[in-house]
């Protein structure tokens, strides 16, 4: 069988990692290392200042209610999850969606971590949205906004009631600065500078409502909590992480690429640019899809698809008939292609996802760019098939 030759044009940046992301355009690190405070301390006037401005920026450019708290705390998003598990939840009832990994891992851990009574699992299969109409309103509930594992995104949060008893708890960390987060309806909300800001691992975001921090002043839970985990200190929020004093020592060249990201996004024009990036990524990734017969996207409903980890699934009837490790055997053939080519890098479907592609589209990603690998993925698709 003749292959056909390989395109003649290769993304510019074959960065499509789905975390850490890609780089903004134009990143450097002379750039980032020239306004880094490297060899101070974070507690100096002028570091504490530049923490305090990421703060600030963040907030402001994802329209952030001037009465919520924005604060930087470890261990990147998951850190900023645990944090709130682990110090918000045991006063209520508590629901939990689960419809990819990482939201199974929440679930794990207040079920066999925290040892909660109450916990109720609402779960749907990778692709596919759990029923949200069984959320109780007197419930707390914790979910994904974006199921980075499974390319499938709340359509919006109308199933949020206004006069909910509960608090709601977000996972936005592939959400953020691409997707409209609807603020009201959200108490605790967490990601990190990894995902859609192209930023570095290890540190997290977390975001409290009012609701929350009512909450975490007046609800005491029944065990102990790690240093790194407390949010409050005599009963009273911990105002200085919201400031620019974080719980432990943060890089300071992590907190740099975030200024240098944040300015970025600035130029862009903001949350309304940085949006239509991500949809615009999408939107060429997807109109290549809907084109070819060998692939779908994960997600069957349009209005629940990611446009920023997209995930693909392969439906040529040769390759779909093969075992799960065939299948995968597969994808990591064409992955394994498509980096010898320096076409996509890191593309691979995540490890408890069904095989297949994840494809990040956020705003730091160029057009043009994932316009150039679709030619390589049909080539390595063919490639891969005629090794079977």
């Known amino acids: 069988m003749s292959l ?17 992301c890609p780089k903004r355009p134009g990143w450097s690190l002379e750039s980032v290392a020239g306004r880094a405070f490297l060899g101070r301390s974070h507690r100096a006037a002028e570091p504490k200042a530049q923490i305090k401005s990421v703060i600030d920026r963040m907030a402001a450019l994802l329209e952030i209610p001037e009465d919520y708290r924005v604060g930087i705390v470890p261990a990147s998003d998951t850190g900023a999850v645990e944090m709130a598990l682990w110090s918000l939840l045991g006063a209520r009832p508590v629901d939990v969606l689960v419809w990819e990994s990482f939201g199974a891992g929440w679930a794990g851990d207040i079920k066999n971590q925290l040892k909660l009574d109450d916990v109720n699992v609402l779960e749907a299969a990778y692709g596919e949205l759990p ?12 979910f994904t906004w974006n199921g980075t594992t499974s390319g499938a995104r709340v359509r919006n949060a109308d199933w949020i009631a206004d006069d909910r008893e509960g608090l709601t708890i977000c996972d936005a960390t592939s959400a953020a600065f691409a997707q409209d987060l609807d603020w009201s309806k959200l108490d605790v909300t967490t990601f990190s500078w990894q995902k859609a800001m192209g930023g570095e691992g290890a540190h997290g975001v977390i975001v409290l409502s009012p609701r929350a921090v009512e909450r975490l002043e007046s609800f005491t839970p029944d065990r102990p909590l790690p240093k790194i985990f407390r949010l409050t200190k005599g009963g009273k929020l911990i105002e200085g992480i919201f400031t620019g004093a974080t719980i432990n020592t943060p890089s300071m060249l992590a907190v740099a690429d975030a200024d240098d990201a944040l300015e970025w996004m600035e130029g862009l024009g903001g949350l309304s640019a940085t949006r239509a990036r991500a949809d615009a990524n999408f939107a060429a990734l997807q109109g290549w899809v809907d084109q070819t017969d060998w692939v779908e996207n994960l997600v069957a409903e349009p209005a629940a698809r990611s446009n920023t980890s997209v995930c693909l699934r392969i439906v040529d009837p040769v390759v779909a008939a093969l075992d799960d490790a065939g299948q995968r055997a597969f994808t990591k053939a064409m992955v394994k292609l498509l980096e010898a080519n320096r076409a996509a890098y890191d593309i691979n479907g995540y490890r408890d996802a069904p095989a297949g592609l994840r494809i990040w589209c956020g705003a730091t990603v160029d ?17 891969a098939k005629a090794d079977l």
């Open 4 to 20: 056909p030759l390989p395109p003649q044009v290769t993304p510019a940046r074959p960065e499509f990692s789905s975390g850490p």
């Open 131 to 142: 029923d949200f109409a069984s959320v109780r309103a007197d419930a707390d509930v914790v």
């Open 367 to 383: 057009t043009a760019d994932v316009q150039a690998m679709t030619p390589w993925l049909d080539w390595a698709f063919e490639a």
